[in-house]
């Protein structure tokens, strides 16, 4: 009989130094505004609706493009939370200059709304200027034993990742083993054997965001924590008691960007989205533990992120439209389906 999986709320902390000034938050999201530097007149605000994990790679960019000339007395309202969420909150009528979210149909449900134009991921680099890989994280000295994905179903193994239906960073998750285990898409049968296993028998709390599931985690909560590389990095340099690897087999995560048709500040607006690709931009994003898409600053730093023996890619599987429709459909999608009847 499946276990019923409980959705776990825990609180988000604060957003750290770097000129970013908390000032609310509850929940499963939270807010914070970044003021220019001191003694700088204020040339206008950029608002943020962003997933939660994206607030560690924001508390580089931020300070780095106020430093440039274009970003000079801009001031920056931000509300980061699950990924999902904030996209329905955004398309419900939130304001927002700037939206950064874990996967690309959260954006689209904003073009479907007229919130964000069509053509925002036309460009060189199709609106991602960062991303990560799904890392399997453990404690530290690794007591269990994990050496790959089969290792999550041995018994007695308990296995922390968000809910699909709130965070972008479980579908990463769970698309890195399918993909493993699907060989790409091409036997999808034996990817969801597998989902069906990890779920039913292995997951049994469901944080509602990427980086609820890492404090849930880290709190104690668990064996494996299936993360964005990024988070993993962070709880390391943070102290935390926790090891992470990336898989020699693995998902690509793309992270997109997209500056709304309705921003109140287009300008201050666009100037940020444009430094974001820049090399100072990308420098910031790699320091912060995000993987950048500039080659020339991504080979830089080819010793902070390795490249798996595969790497398996969205494209790899169909693109988001079909695969976000027939795996993750509230009521109909694949993997929905496995979820729904594990909470039973």
């Known amino acids: 009989m499946s276990r019923r999986l409980r959705v776990v709320l825990t609180s988000v902390t604060a957003v750290a ?7 609310a938050g509850g929940g499963s999201s939270d807010t914070a505004g970044s003021g220019a530097s001191a003694g700088a007149k ?18 580089q960019l931020i300070p780095g493009f106020q430093a440039t000339d274009a970003g000079k007395g801009i001031q920056f309202q931000q509300s980061y939370g699950a990924s999902g969420d904030q996209s329905r909150k955004v398309g419900a009528g939130a304001q927002a200059d700037i939206v950064s979210f874990s996967v690309e149909p959260d954006v689209t449900r904003l073009v479907d709304a007229g919130i964000v134009d069509p053509s925002w991921n036309s460009g060189q680099y199709k609106g991602i200027p960062f991303g990560s890989v799904v890392a ?12 790959d994905w089969d290792d999550l179903l041995k018994p007695g193994v308990s296995v922390v990742t968000p809910n699909p239906f709130s965070s972008g960073s479980a579908k990463w998750n769970l698309l890195a083993p399918y993909a493993v285990k699907s060989d790409g898409g ?19 709390v469901q944080p509602t965001s990427g980086r609820e599931a890492t404090e849930t985690f880290v709190q104690g909560t668990g064996d494996v924590l299936l993360s964005y590389e990024d988070e993993a990095i962070a709880a390391v340099k943070a102290g935390d008691a926790v090891q992470y690897f990336i898989p ?19 300008t201050a607006a666009k100037a940020f989205d444009d ?25 830089k730093h080819g010793d902070t992120f390795p490249t798996p023996q595969k790497l398996w ?32």
């Open 186 to 204: 091409k036997n999808p049968a034996a990817g969801l054997a597998y989902l069906t296993k990890l779920i039913t028998q292995h997951v049994h």
């Open 313 to 344: 890619t969205i494209a790899d599987l169909g693109g988001w439209p079909s695969v976000d429709k027939d795996l993750f459909t509230k009521g109909s999608g694949k993997i929905a389906v496995i979820y729904d009847k594990a909470t039973k």
């Open 42 to 59: 204020t040339t206008g605000t950029v608002s943020i609706y962003g997933y939660s994990v994206a607030k560690q790679v924001y508390s």
């Open 248 to 266: 020699s087999q693995t998902f690509k995560i793309e992270n997109p960007v997209a500056v709304t048709k309705n921003s109140k500040n287009p």
């Open 136 to 147: 399997i994280v453990v404690r530290k000295g690794n007591p269990k034993g994990i050496k």
């Open 17 to 23: 130094a770097l000129g970013l000034t908390g000032c």
């Open 275 to 299: 430094y974001l690709y820049t090399d100072a931009g990308q420098e910031n994003i790699a320091e912060a533990g995000f993987r950048p898409v500039v080659k020339s600053i991504a080979d």
